[in-house]
């Protein structure tokens, strides 16, 4: 394999072979731990559209689509009504990442369930699709977007763009894809659709656009898959192509990366989940954090100096020094570790609303932060070294790049999670009955009993 990034355009295309995959999986060409991990995420994504629902930017994007009217084709979760599919897709998506409290993967730098899982489920909806069906449709979507992601590197990020907005479009779009029957050519064109609508700004982070890349790029992934079907036009070879996506959106690109062992190996299992509400930049800081206040000399009223040091990538990311509101809270690094340094950060949502950035304990504390980047750690790894004024030293670290390989502890920990953030809007007899059938997926003949019960 290369050591540099090959511009696009070399003698490895990558559309067709993608394309060709995600048109063609099936169910059992899936190994048990993807499957599991699928339902995992499902059930997760659902937790957080869920908890998501009330926030003011899902109210605004429900209006809209209340407004805008439509057949009553698909469930806009925890919302109590129905909409054409495509809007649930964007307000879903939208929604499922309003609170930052969504899956990871390392591979495309992103979030990998918010793009798909929303259009899949309106899509399923609408069509009365089963479970299987699902499931196989989303591991078509995780692997592309995970595979184009790698393709890209961190270069596509570096540069501005969102990679849960751009990569998740291409995502969407297999996913959909995949459960419309698309053959290879007419996936290529559904790409092509796709990455002609691709978007998201990483300046746009601690506003309510963040969590709209997410919608949108469910949105357009649909509409793109739905185009594709009905003979809609684009190029076959837009990740290939002079000027195409990869072209365009990255300085160089690997592209073997997208093809090594497709079939064989499956990223949907290393999924990371958060138990955090925050960006994942900033996990691993509040896990040291964390360590560091359980450290016997630790004494938060001698705190001097706080060091904090993150891979490069979380620069520009997480790293805003001064949070006014609830949202820019949980890009700070300097917030978070304070937060972790007075033992606050036990996943409460309440954490991050817009008045706790003013509480005193933690505004002095993150006002005496520094926060360094270097390439010479993992990415999601973090050093914090707590310096006080009787001269005692704290340092920890914590990196949360490994997936959790305990798929039995890891639904356990996801169920407590699910529990905390829908029952408060479900109740707990209709929480339960949700855990059930996202357990039980795969052997749904219909979604639309799950839909039915996170309506809200």
């Not at 007419?186 to 601690?206: D, E, P, Y």
């Not at 997936?403 to 029952?423: G, I, M, V």
């Not at 479900?426 to 749904?444: S, Y």
Request: glycine residues 10%.
């Amino acid at each position: 394999m290369s050591t540099a990034p090959r511009t696009s355009g070399g003698d490895v295309a990558t559309t067709r072979p993608l394309a060709a995959f995600a048109s063609g999986l099936n169910h059992n060409d899936m190994p048990a731990d993807a499957r599991e991990v699928a339902r995992q995420c499902l059930l997760d994504v659902l937790g957080v559209t869920i908890a998501g629902a009330s926030e003011p930017l899902v109210e605004m994007l429900a209006a809209e689509a209340e407004e805008a009217g439509g057949a009553p084709q698909a469930t806009v979760i925890g919302r109590g009504f129905k909409t054409a599919a495509a809007q649930a897709a964007l307000v879903n998506g939208a929604g499922a990442h309003a609170l930052d409290y969504d899956d990871v993967l390392k591979a495309m730098t992103g979030h990998p369930t918010v793009p798909v899982f929303p259009a899949l489920l309106a899509l399923a909806e609408r069509d009365d699709r089963s479970g299987r069906d699902v499931v196989t449709a989303f591991v078509a979507g995780v692997e592309v977007e995970a595979r184009i992601g790698a393709m890209m590197a961190t270069g596509h990020y570096a540069k501005g763009w969102h990679s849960t907005g751009t990569i998740g479009t291409f995502a969407a779009a297999a996913a959909t894809g995949r459960m419309l029957g698309l053959d290879d050519a007419a996936m290529a064109r559904a790409f092509g659709i796709a990455g002609t609508q691709a978007a998201g700004l990483k300046s746009m982070f601690g506003t309510m656009c963040k969590p709209l890349h997410a919608g949108k790029a469910a949105q357009n992934g649909l509409m793109a898959a739905s185009l594709a079907k009905r003979g809609f036009s684009s190029r076959e070879d837009v990740l290939d192509c002079d000027q195409g996506f990869v072209a365009t959106q990255a300085d160089g690109a690997y592209p073997e990366k997208a093809l090594d062992a497709l079939g064989d190996f499956f990223h949907a299992p290393d999924v990371l989940f958060k138990y955090h509400a925050a960006c994942y930049g900033v996990h691993a800081p509040i896990e040291a954090a964390l360590k560091a206040a359980k450290h016997p000399a630790f004494d938060p009223d001698l705190v001097e100096r706080i060091d904090i040091t993150v891979h490069q990538q979380c620069i520009g990311m997480c790293d805003i020094a001064e949070p006014t509101t609830g949202l820019e809270g949980k890009f700070s690094l300097a917030h978070n570790v304070a937060l972790g340094l007075l033992s606050q950060a036990n996943g409460a949502l309440s954490l991050y609303e817009d008045d706790r950035m003013q509480d005193s304990a933690p505004k002095a504390l993150r006002q005496k932060a520094t926060v360094t980047g270097t390439t010479g750690q993992g990415p999601f790894e973090a050093h914090v070294v707590v310096h006080q004024t009787d001269g005692v030293v704290i340092r920890e670290r914590h990196d949360v790049e490994a997936p959790e390989r305990d798929l039995a502890r890891q639904w356990s920990k996801l169920e407590a999670k699910f529990r905390a953030l829908a029952t408060p809007t479900l109740g707990a007899e209709k929480v339960e009955t949700v855990i059930q059938l996202c357990r039980n997926f795969d052997e749904l003949e219909s979604v639309r009993p799950l839909m039915d019960a996170v309506r809200g």
